[in-house]
């Protein structure tokens, strides 16, 4: 067997890769689980002293690793807020492993990395000044939101975080009690502490209440705290409600805090004429965040994190000058070849150095489909999330547990005489058996205290026989484990 690495014949090989997902995505095979003992035993093992060559590595991704991936591009799939990527942002990001490694210097790649944030910036309905950065993940793209508020609030009072690391008054950070934890955990890496972040209550649409905010805010400032962001959600994961974003960010702006957005999910759904009113107040930002690997089914691993300006991300973020990176390359009016420059600065902007050209599967998908085609398949989803809820609402034994804003639908079984004690076991037993004999796998939330089975349509292979036959499977299931149906069909 040949010791060096194969480096080319991509057709070739990948050419089979991309045969065996055409094969995967007809999903006719078992679940990953049913011969894991086998796949197991082949994959596992100890070091391997000799290589078995490209051949063998193909074969045993096209046979035994693909065969056994996940059920998240499954078309019944609708849990989570994640989908399998589509055609296009894939072949992307294939492209640009080999022909662009990194997002940096002058060539086509980099160039789109900007074009795509501003065409996001666009999409998104964010003002022309609102300036990006790619980051892994809603995760990543909240920490560096939240360290340039970290930035904004502390340098307000004398001190330079970036530099010197926080002193003096102790943080704090509002968010709705609906808030992705991200924001807890953002704020315990920038030395804020996960307790600086204060939970504001809901109202009953799970939206978080002005009048609360405004109140915990004058008691905080009373007590000396510092404010470092208030931290408004446009899309939440549980359910997908949009808080009130202008009068949110009216309450940050008249106590100068900084208005974070977080739309990781729901920026786009703006877009749906029916709900774009409920992103009035979005100008009022000073950052915001949204994931093209979710609504926009991107491959996983591709977050913008929006600010004002991004100089305040470099005091926040900036590694200082490195003889091996700006000793490298040129000033800009002496720019002539694609080695001459790095680009923009994306690495001072946040926290990775070495980073994929992301921006080009988020340039892909929007030049597949342009704004018309996001357009419609926001709308579609949306439609998806009223369509279920309809259903729950009309049928006799079902309840719908929200009014979606968005693409989440939130619903229970609830048959005739069950005592609202069991029907959270109930459901989580439906659940549990939907997922594990139909194709449908939604996945589960709390709305005030009752379990919710939720799915979440952003997967563009979702039917709407997918959509109907999950209803009715929880339907002919809940039936079942009550004892009012015949045995379910497999
Ligand atoms: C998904 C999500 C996140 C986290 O994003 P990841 O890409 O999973 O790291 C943050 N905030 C909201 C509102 C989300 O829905």
Not at 22 to 30: A, C, G, I, L, T
Not at 142 to 156: I, T
Not at 216 to 240: E, K, S, W, Y
């Amino acid at each position: 067997m040949s010791r060096t690495p194969e480096t080319g014949a991509f057709a070739h090989h990948v050419g089979k890769i991309a045969a065996a997902l055409d094969r995967f995505v007809e999903f006719e095979h078992p679940d990953a689980l049913v011969n894991a003992d086998v796949w197991r035993k082949q994959l596992g093992g100890p070091l391997p002293p000799d290589g078995v060559g490209i051949d063998a590595v193909i074969a045993e991704l096209t046979d035994v690793l693909i065969p056994n991936g996940a059920r998240i591009s499954q078309p019944g799939f609708s849990g989570f807020i994640t989908t399998g990527p589509t055609t296009a942002p894939t072949a992307a990001a294939l492209a640009s492993a080999i022909a662009a490694p990194q997002r940096y210097t002058m060539n086509a790649f980099n160039f789109v990395e900007e074009t795509s944030l501003v065409w996001l910036a666009e999409l998104a309905g964010l003002e022309p000044h609102m300036k990006g950065v790619y980051v892994s993940g809603g995760s990543v793209a909240n920490l560096v939101a939240l360290g340039a508020a970290r930035q904004h609030a502390y340098e307000s009072v004398g001190i330079d975080p970036g530099a010197n690391g926080i002193s003096g008054r102790s943080p704090v950070i509002y968010a709705s009690s609906e808030a992705h934890h991200t924001i807890q955990r953002s704020a315990g890496v920038l030395g804020l502490g996960r307790s600086a972040v204060r939970l504001v209550p809901i109202d009953d649409r799970q939206r978080m209440r002005p009048d609360a905010l405004e109140e915990m805010m004058a008691a905080d400032r009373v007590a000396g705290l510092l404010p470092v962001a208030v931290v408004a959600t446009a899309g939440t994961t549980n359910t997908g409600a949009i808080d009130p974003l202008a009068a949110l960010g009216d309450i940050a702006r008249s106590h100068g805090v900084w208005f974070h957005v977080d739309g990781a999910y729901g920026l786009l759904g703006r877009l749906d004429g029916r709900v774009a009113d409920r992103f009035a107040g979005l100008e009022l930002a000073d950052s915001v965040i949204v994931d093209p690997h979710k609504w926009l089914a991107a491959p996983v691993g591709v977050a913008a994190a929006f600010v004002r300006d991004r100089t305040i991300l470099q005091r926040a973020f900036a590694q200082g000058r490195a003889e091996y990176l700006e000793g490298s390359f040129v000033a800009d009016d002496d720019v002539h070849n694609s080695m001459d420059s790095m680009g923009i600065p994306y690495d001072d902007f946040a926290v990775e150095l070495s980073a994929p050209a992301r921006g080009v599967q988020v340039w892909a998908i929007i030049r597949e489909l342009g704004a018309a085609g996001i357009r419609e398949f926001i709308v579609h989803d949306n439609d998806l999330a009223r369509r279920v809820t309809a259903a729950a609402e009309a049928h006799p034994r079902l309840e719908a547990l929200t009014e979606p804003e968005l693409s989440i639908a939130c619903f229970r079984y609830r048959p005739p005489n069950q005592s609202p004690d069991g029907l959270n076991d109930l459901n989580e037993r439906i659940l549990r058996r939907l997922v594990r004999e139909t194709a449908f796998a939604p996945s589960a939330t709390v709305v005030a205290g009752s379990f919710a089975i939720r799915p979440c349509f952003i997967n563009r292979r979702n039917t709407l026989a997918d959509v109907d036959g999950m209803v009715e499977a929880v339907v002919r299931i809940g039936d079942d484990e009550s004892g009012l149906g015949a045995a379910p069909a497999t």
